[in-house]
């Protein structure tokens, strides 16, 4: 099966790449752009693959679209690319409009194309699989309510509501054109290769330098948080097996409110990192309540039931399991950090693969 990943540099769609080099006989044509957060070093473990290729491309090129589907020929779509910072959209959602929406419009109109030349066998059997967010759903205000597949749109953010439009997008490329599609909305994801402006590794990276740990507001904002790995399992499930036409909600069933995330990071710390900055003589001290964000959602919570009834996935790893992981990986990772941080990360792609990173 050959696969092409839009936003492979990113945080999920890295994770996507190197779960089907890994762990499959597929090949993967990646597809980014090369914004700020796109980082190919987060590929390096899989990029010497003969099963693995890049393309630094603009999903908003057209032209550079087509010709990667003539020359690449896909069995399927695995569209990550999009500007993801809920606040980097309220301060400049331009990027976010572009991207999320038209950009998604070009990759459908070019994937329909590519997808009605096509023989009927593998005309049949091709997928398009549109990876998007539970916050196109808006605010949960019951403490037992949950999102499901079929609750309402309410985007709250301009980055949602970016989201929300590129998925009646490709529903609407689904029924008036026929196009294969499948559609996924997850819940808030945290791993490994993470960029640090997300909440998770900036409080381990500020912690561990002794700077202010920001949190929003009181700290009480609920999500559910999802580790990378098993929301990469659940989307090569998804593309391979489900049936066209399906939404699914995928969630790690870990509601956590935003400071228990803090200070259950600032815990780990305390065992894995003990020797702390100077001044510092306990990691909780450095938490600093800021301004919430402005029309910030309260809760988010996703019933991911139907994935494990149709598809038989269920997270592997539970959010104290999932956190332990990643606080480890930073600290034994601390070239990786060194590099996004300082933006070498750049420098190092451009010499592996003579290419120029979009700013």
Not at 97 to 117: D, M, S, V
Not at 148 to 155: C, D, G, K, L, Q
Not at 265 to 294: F, H, M, W
Request: negative net charge.
């Amino acid at each position: 099966m050959k696969i092409l990943v839009t936003g492979g540099a990113g945080f999920i769609g890295s994770a996507v790449i190197r779960h089907i080099i890994q762990n499959t006989q597929d090949e993967v044509l990646n597809v980014d752009k090369l914004t700020y957060a796109g980082n190919l070093e987060s590929l390096s473990s899989i990029a010497q693959s003969p099963r693995y290729q890049f393309s630094q491309t603009d999903i908003c090129d057209r032209a550079a679209l087509d010709q990667l589907f003539s020359d690449f020929q896909p069995d399927a779509v695995m569209h990550l690319a999009a500007e993801s910072h809920v606040d980097r959209s309220i301060t400049g959602s331009a990027a976010f409009i572009e991207t999320n929406i038209l950009g998604t419009y070009q990759l459908l109109e070019a994937a329909r194309q590519y997808w009605n030349g096509l023989v009927s066998e593998k005309k049949q059997a091709f997928r398009f699989h549109h990876i998007s967010t539970d916050e196109v759903y808006g605010d949960l205000e019951g403490t037992d309510d949950l999102f499901h597949e079929t609750t309402p749109y309410a985007p709250s953010s301009p980055y949602s509501a970016s989201k929300a439009s590129s998925d009646h997008l490709v529903r609407a490329w689904h029924r008036t054109y026929g196009l294969p599609v499948l559609i996924t909305n997850c819940s808030n994801n945290y791993g490994p290769y993470h960029f640090p402006e997300k909440l998770i590794p900036l409080i381990i990276l500020n912690a561990l330098n002794g700077r202010a740990l920001p949190v929003y507001g009181n700290g009480q904002q609920i999500r559910d948080w999802l580790y990378v790995e098993d929301h990469a399992r659940a989307l090569y499930q998804v593309v391979t097996q489900a049936q066209v036409g399906e939404t699914y909600n995928i969630g790690g069933h870990n509601e956590q409110k935003n400071i228990d995330v803090v200070k259950a990071v600032c815990q780990l710390l305390e065992e894995l990192a003990p020797n702390k900055p100077e001044g510092v003589s306990q990691y909780q001290d450095l938490i600093t309540y800021v301004t919430d964000r402005p029309g910030h959602d309260l809760r988010y919570a996703i019933d991911a039931s139907k994935i494990q009834k149709d598809l038989g996935w269920v997270p592997q790893e539970s959010f104290e399991t999932g956190l332990r992981k990643t606080v480890e990986w930073y600290l034994n990772n601390q070239e990786w950090v060194a590099h996004v941080q300082s933006g070498e990360y750049k420098n190092w792609l451009t010499q592996q693969y003579h290419t120029e990173s979009a700013q």
